[in-house]
C-alpha cells in the first residue's frame, strides 16, 4: 500500500478516539516508512547493536572505527573472541562487543541468511534473532520493521514510541492495546511517534 494510503488508514483509525493523535498525524502527512538493507543482515544487526543507546553521530564514528580497524579483514571474520581489545579500543562497550562477536559466531555456526529469515514468519524470525546474546526483543522490531520492512510491528519496548503514544492517547490506556486498532500499520505507527517528537531510534538515523 502507498504511504499515501497508510497515511489515509492512520487518520480515520485515530480520529474518533484521539483528537491529538489525529492532529499529529495530519500535520505530519504522508511518510515513506524508510529501509536500512543496504548490508548483508548479520553485518548490519552488528551496526544496530554498536549504535544502541549512543547519538547518531556517535554511533556512525564509532562504527567507521571498527570498520577501519579490521584492515583487509572481512568484517563478520574480524568479529572473533581474538580482537576483543580491538574492538573494544574503537569505543564498543564489553556488554556490545560480547554481543557483535557472538553475532558473527552464530552466523558462522547457524548462520543468519538473509533470505532464510525474511522467509520466516516474524515471531519465528524475532525468536531466532532473541536466542542470541546480546540481542532482545527491541532489537528484534527495529530489525523488523526497518530491515525486513515489516509494516504490523509494534515496538512496546521502545520509550519514545510507547510514551508519545500514551501522551497522545490516554495515558491509563495500555499501548499495546492502542496500537492494535492500527493494525496492519503499527510499524508505520511507531515511525509517526518518532517523528513527532524527533527520536529515531538509538543510533538510527532520522
Same mark, same amino acid.
Given at each position: ?10 487518520? /480515520? #483509525? ?13 500535520? &505530519? ?13 548479520? !553485518? ?5 547493536? !554498536? ?6 553521530? #556517535?554511533?556512525?564514528?564509532?562504527? !567507521?572505527? +571498527? ?13 572473533? !573472541? ?12 564489553? #556488554? ?19 533470505? &532464510? ?9 524475532? /525468536? ?11 532489537? #528484534? ?11 504490523? +510491528? ?7 514510541? %510507547? ?8 495515558? %491509563? ?7 492494535? &486498532?492500527?493494525?496492519?500499520? %503499527?510499524?508505520?505507527? /511507531?515511525?509517526?511517534?518518532? /517523528? ?11
Amino acid at each position: 500500500m502507498s504511504h499515501r494510503a497508510v497515511h489515509d488508514h492512520l487518520l /480515520a #483509525a485515530s480520529e474518533p478516539l484521539f483528537p491529538d493523535l489525529h492532529a499529529a498525524i495530519r500535520k &505530519l502527512g504522508p511518510m515513506e516508512l524508510p529501509r536500512r538493507d543496504d548490508l548483508p543482515f548479520p !553485518a548490519y544487526l552488528c551496526r544496530a547493536i !554498536a549504535g544502541q543507546q549512543i547519538s547518531v553521530k #556517535a554511533a556512525q564514528s564509532i562504527w !567507521a572505527r +571498527v570498520e577501519d580497524s579490521s584492515g583487509d579483514v572481512d568484517l563478520l571474520d574480524h568479529f572473533c !573472541a581474538g580482537n576483543t581489545d580491538t574492538l573494544r579500543a574503537c569505543g564498543l562497550s564489553g #556488554a556490545k562487543t560480547r554481543t557483535i562477536i557472538t553475532i558473527a559466531e552464530t552466523h558462522r555456526t547457524v548462520g543468519l541468511d538473509t533470505g &532464510l529469515l525474511k522467509s520466516l514468519p516474524i515471531e519465528q524470525r524475532t /525468536a531466532r534473532l532473541t536466542e542470541i546474546w546480546g540481542v532482545g526483543q527491541w532489537t #528484534a522490531d527495529m530489525m523488523n520493521i526497518f530491515y525486513f520492512g515489516e509494516g504490523d +510491528v509494534w515496538p512496546d519496548g521502545d520509550v519514545a514510541a %510507547r510514551k508519545t503514544l500514551e501522551r497522545l492517547t490516554s495515558k %491509563r490506556r495500555k499501548t499495546v492495546r492502542t496500537a492494535g &486498532l492500527f493494525k496492519p500499520y %503499527r510499524s508505520w505507527l /511507531a515511525y509517526y511517534m518518532w /517523528a513527532h517528537v524527533d527520536a529515531p531510534p538509538d543510533g538510527e538515523p532520522g
